[in-house]
């Protein structure tokens, strides 16, 4: 299948792109189509085969449950048994944005779309293209990130076509996500709301707004049988590079140290190593960079934003470096650093080295 890209850029010409993209919808292909968070793999969520077309697309395990994308609050009723009053506050505050709700489904949602659970994932979009698509395709849409499962989520129109060329037959290029990660999910289906995935929106604003909201231990620790993480995508091998990548916590001047070190022990076996560090703790790297030793800035600890919205395109970026091993400080400040830390530690596969002791 060949695979086409279409730009999306405000002009007049997006209003027949949308038509075309949201026939294809209804009708039962698929789309990629850009987010605020990240790209989406959209199809008609109301119709099984498309859900199915979608894991196919991504090699996605088909228990892992999609979420409906849905443009005005009159479409979310039909999708729902109930509307908790928790819901209605963080509605009111949060959508259209980055934010995913857990409801109880009805039986208009097909267990192929929730990966045979009863409850369903739904979100709001605020990027204009996507409410645009939606409202062309006149269905929910139900989309993952559009990448191939493990993959870090794609930021532009141009990672979704390294993933899934030939795979889907259409991707509307809208340009960089803003975000750059995926939504907040939470829970409200149950008596205490609780975060199953950290995203822009943080505890704190959730708290200030519900009162007490908890935390899936899963979204902090490496997963085992007794933390099986609530949002099954969060069980699986994830945004990981091929290269090794071990997170370094501890005081900077240590961690300079200690990479530092490492990458001239590579390097006496003619290994280049790579470090993601931020922009205030370069110069402690400094000295030491050159051909065995490559610094990745992943933005300033100042603005987290700029943090998230390079992550997932620098870690599809490091296996291309050749490198042998890569280091990676911790980015844990402000809101913004558990959904940082959540992705990271994850593509690390949770190997994490804490200087803060020894
Ligand atoms: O920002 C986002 O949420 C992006 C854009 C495209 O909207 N989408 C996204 O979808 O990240 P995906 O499929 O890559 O991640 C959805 C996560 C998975 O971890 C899945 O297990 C969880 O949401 N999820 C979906 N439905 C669920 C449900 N009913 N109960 C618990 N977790 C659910
Ligand atoms: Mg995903």
């Known amino acids: 299948m060949e695979t086409i890209i279409k730009k999306l850029d405000g002009s007049e010409k997006d209003r027949e792109v949308l038509r075309e993209a949201g026939e294809m919808i209804r009708r039962g292909d698929l789309v990629a189509f850009p987010t605020e968070t990240v790209y989406g793999l ?91 698509l939606i409202r062309a395709a006149g269905v929910p ?23 899934l060329r030939g795979r889907i037959p259409l991707i509307l290029d809208g340009g960089e996500c803003e975000i750059g990660l995926e939504s907040t999910i939470v829970d409200i289906s149950r008596r205490i709301p609780e975060i199953l995935r950290p995203g822009r929106i943080g505890l704190a604003a959730l708290r200030q707004l519900l009162g007490t909201v908890s935390v899936d231990p899963a979204v902090l620790g490496k ?60 110069p402690l790297y400094q000295a030491e960079a050159g051909d065995h030793l490559l610094l990745i800035p992943l933005g300033a600890r100042s603005r987290p934003e700029e943090t998230a919205h390079s992550l997932f395109g620098t870690l599809r970026h490091l296996d291309e470096c050749g490198l042998s091993h890569v280091y990676s400080e911790t980015f844990d400040e402000g809101p913004l650093g558990p959904a940082i ?18």
């Not at 409906?68 to 479409?75: F, K």
């Not at 830390?341 to 020894?358: C, G, P, Q, V």
Request: contains cysteine; hydrophobic residues 35%; proline residues 10%.
């Open 42 to 132: 959209g199809g008609n969520g109301l119709n099984p085969s498309s859900s199915r077309a979608i894991y196919a697309a991504k090699g996605r395990p088909s228990d892992n449950p999609l979420i409906l994308h849905i443009a005005d609050r009159e479409e979310l009723l039909p999708l729902v048994r109930e509307i908790p009053p928790a819901a209605e506050k963080l509605m009111e505050a949060f959508w259209p944005g980055p934010l995913t709700l857990i409801f109880k489904k009805s039986e208009l949602v097909p267990k192929e779309t929730t990966g045979g659970l009863d409850t369903v994932a739904v979100r709001m979009p605020s990027h204009p293209g996507a409410a645009a």
């Open 141 to 163: 849409i139900a989309a993952p990130s559009a990448n191939t499962s493990g993959r870090p989520s794609p930021t532009c129109a141009e990672h979704v076509y390294q993933d």
């Open 223 to 282: 997963p085992d049988e007794k933390t099986a993480p609530r949002a099954p995508g969060m069980k699986y091998r994830h945004y990981a590079p091929q290269v090794p990548l071990t997170l370094v916590a501890g005081p900077d001047e240590k961690r300079a140290e200690y990479i530092c070190e490492a990458a001239r022990r590579a390097a006496e076996a003619g290994e280049k190593t790579g470090a993601l560090i931020c922009r205030e703790t370069l």
């Open 341 to 358: 830390m959540n992705r990271l530690r994850k593509a690390a596969a949770f190997d994490i080295r804490d200087l803060s002791e020894s």
